[in-house]
């Protein structure tokens, strides 16, 4: 079961969404193979500490964040992950590194690479590591509102 918190998000919002239970796995590509979704669709969330500010960085699960590219399109000097211990009291509600990109639920600004909004869906971690969400990408961005830009270097 999704966590409740994400699910309530979603349901008050009136968004309609897919839920897929899954064998535990804990990596996106793992993830990807026994849901048998695109890894190109199946979006992960990173988080990041951009001059000091914790965000969330998300992108499809077969791309790694272009550091430079980042710094650019946040206008920031210093971009680093977030260590876990550091993340994990702001999602109580969520499974240590199965956080959903609900920067808005989360109280966090959040940047996706632009290669997500070419999809018609967007998947992702529902809090665990046993469930995914589907929605459509449309539904995302009106709910989240993200700022989308290149930061993964894929064109």
Do not use: W
Not at 126 to 151: C, V
Request: a negative charge.
């Amino acid at each position: 079961m999704p966590s409740r918190k994400v699910k309530e998000y979603l349901d008050q919002a009136g968004i309609k969404y897919e839920i897929m239970e899954h064998d535990t796995v804990y990596t996106a590509q793992e993830v990807a193979a026994v849901t048998h979704v695109s890894g190109e669709e199946l979006a992960k969330t990173v988080i990041i500490n951009a001059d000091g500010k914790i965000m969330m960085a998300v992108m499809p699960s077969t791309r790694k964040i272009d550091f430079e590219l980042l710094k650019k399109n946040l206008g920031a000097k210093n971009i680093t992950l977030t260590k876990e211990q550091d993340f994990s009291p702001l999602f109580p509600d969520c499974e240590i590194g199965a956080m959903p990109p609900l920067g808005k639920l989360y109280k966090m600004e959040m940047i996706v690479d632009q290669s997500l909004a070419e999809d018609t869906q967007i998947v992702f971690n529902a809090g665990t590591h046993h469930d995914i969400i589907k929605i459509s990408y449309a539904d995302f961005e009106k709910l989240e509102q993200p700022k989308l830009a290149n930061i993964t270097g894929h064109i």
